[in-house]
């Protein structure tokens, strides 16, 4: 089963208007990262947070982490058409460092 | 070189035939990652590197998959005998050292397998 969960699986909103998607996952992590993917190609790192973390900003993004309900949330806000893609979160397992858990994503689709 | 690079970015072949992917990380990156995605699903992960070393190689489908690093450096996917349910991007990363924090894994643009 997939590590990392997110929710829900599809988004559609305006521009302008914030997105917010969720992540739980299963195991004690390191760190939880969130990667965007456009047209099923071409991962990017967007954000990373560490385990003794609560919250980090990234330009328009927000991340927050609650390591007692093992959840993340990430922000969009003022989304833009370009932000349409879909989100992952991946967790970094504290007994497996290289051994990265993706969910099966938040497909986001952001209409002008 | 300045991003990860996959090679080839698309593939198509029969049944019952061999096919080797290859990925080539970013200079002075140790970690290496092989992850797959099929269509319309989350990544899974197949196996990473540590050097040429594999401390990991759990997430291997079966024995018909294999990968190998030479040098430290370029790796390849082998995987014998494919299958049509092999048919997947397959995705290459890599970083500084395992599970490394603050910049996480840098992407290869993948190897669209198709598997007829």
């Known amino acids: 089963s997939q590590q990392g969960e997110e929710d829900p699986q599809a988004l559609s909103i305006q521009e302008g208007e914030n997105a917010t998607m969720n992540c739980s996952y299963k195991?004690?992590?390191?760190?939880l990262q969130w990667y965007r993917q456009n047209s099923g190609r071409g991962l990017v790192h967007l954000i990373l947070?560490?385990?003794?973390?609560r919250e980090k900003h990234s330009g328009r993004l927000r991340v927050t982490l609650d390591t007692s309900k093992k959840s993340s949330s990430l922000l969009i806000t003022a989304s833009r058409a370009a932000d349409t893609a879909s989100y992952f979160c991946?967790?970094?397992?504290?007994?497996?460092?290289?051994?990265?858990?993706f969910g099966a994503g938040t497909q986001v689709v952001v209409t002008p | 070189g300045a991003g990860v690079s996959q090679s080839p970015s698309n593939k198509v072949t029969e049944k019952g035939k061999d096919v080797e992917l290859r990925c080539d990380p970013i200079?002075?990156?140790?970690?290496l990652y092989w992850y797959r995605q099929s269509l319309g699903q989350g990544l899974e992960f197949l196996i990473y590197?540590?050097?040429?070393?594999?401390?990991?190689k759990s997430g291997l489908p079966s024995d018909r998959f294999s990968a190998e690093r030479t040098g430290g450096s370029v790796s390849t996917l082998t995987i014998q005998r494919t299958q049509q349910e092999d048919s997947a991007v397959y995705l290459c990363?890599?970083?500084?050292?395992?599970?490394?924090?603050?910049?996480?894994?840098?992407f290869g643009s993948g190897t669209r397998l198709t598997v007829v």
């Open positions: 990363a890599s970083s500084l050292a395992p599970g490394t924090g603050g910049l996480g894994y840098t």
């Open positions: 200079s002075g990156h140790t970690a």
């Open positions: 590197f540590q050097g040429n070393s594999a401390p990991d």
């Open positions: 195991t004690s992590i390191n760190n």
């Open positions: 947070i560490r385990s003794n973390e």
């Open positions: 991946a967790t970094v397992p504290t007994d497996s460092w290289g051994k990265f858990q």
